[in-house]
């Protein structure tokens, strides 16, 4: 059964970078029929799709974000990871590792979201 | 970026009857190459992570129960559930994915019992 499980700090202090990790287990994030990334949800923001990586192909972020977002893998793990960089009180949000299908449909940097990890909550404060 | 709007924010419903929640979109979410509205709706229960329901406007994810329908085209869509039950309590949101790399959620609809 198909898991995915963010870990990291629960408290990131303003203008440092926030680094989170998403472990999955019952897929490969090498799939040729998956994307992988990452939503936050805050109750000022809603639900914010940051970017997702396809590992056979290219990584998209939102454009509002993509100065400041890194998404980077590590198939030894099977693992893949949130950077973002000079973080702020806007950035205090629920943060989600997504995956959504890569097939004839969605072939574009865009689709629907069919698992989500249960969120680890960030807090940007001093 | 294209803007989703839900109505209503919150709605009480009755066990056992209708409720319907309605999605618009600012521009179309219809891609004329593939007939296919790039449209879908999640729940939401506390503590819970959003929960696939519908996609594509219509197609229901496996093992969604059937009370659960969506509907529409082009900028206007709706999730029904035709008979209200206990567990269906959440927050339910709709997302575009159309073709762009800016996707957007509504901002929830909060459905309880009357």
């Known amino acids: 059964q198909l898991q995915l499980q963010e870990s990291g700090p629960g408290l990131v202090k303003p203008s440092q970078t926030l680094s989170l990790n998403c472990t999955v287990s019952?897929?490969?994030?090498?799939?040729?029929?998956?994307?992988w990334g990452w939503i936050r949800q805050s109750p000022t923001q809603g639900l914010e799709w940051i970017g997702n990586?396809?590992?056979?192909?290219?990584?998209n972020y939102n454009p509002s974000l993509k100065s400041r977002v890194t998404i980077s893998v590590d198939t030894s793990k099977n693992q893949f990871s949130l950077e973002l960089t000079s973080v702020s009180a806007a950035d205090t949000a629920v943060y989600y590792c997504?995956?959504?299908?890569?097939?004839?449909?969605?072939?574009?940097?865009?689709?629907?979201?069919?698992?989500w990890g249960q969120g680890t909550l960030v807090t940007v404060s001093s | 970026d294209i803007v989703m709007t839900q109505s209503p924010d919150s709605l009480a419903v009755p066990l056992g009857e209708r409720a319907t929640i309605n999605c618009k979109s600012s521009?179309?979410?219809?891609?004329?190459?593939?007939?296919?509205?790039?449209l879908a709706w999640y729940q939401q229960k506390p503590g819970q992570p959003p929960k696939l329901l519908i996609y594509?406007?219509?197609t229901r994810e496996s093992g969604v129960p059937d009370r659960f329908s969506g509907t529409g085209s082009g900028t206007d869509f709706t999730l029904t559930i035709s008979s209200l039950q206990a567990e269906d309590v959440a927050i339910y949101y709709c997302?575009?994915?159309?073709?762009?790399?800016?996707?957007?959620f509504g901002q929830g609809t909060r459905l309880e019992i009357e």
């Open positions: 997504v995956r959504r299908p890569h097939n004839i449909y969605c072939t574009g940097p865009s689709c629907y979201f069919d698992y």
């Open positions: 019952g897929a490969s994030i090498t799939s040729s029929s998956y994307y």
């Open positions: 990586f396809f590992f056979r192909g290219n990584t």
């Open positions: 521009q179309s979410l219809l891609y004329d190459s593939n007939n296919k509205n790039y």
């Open positions: 594509w406007a219509s």
């Open positions: 997302q575009q994915y159309f073709r762009t790399l800016a996707i957007t």
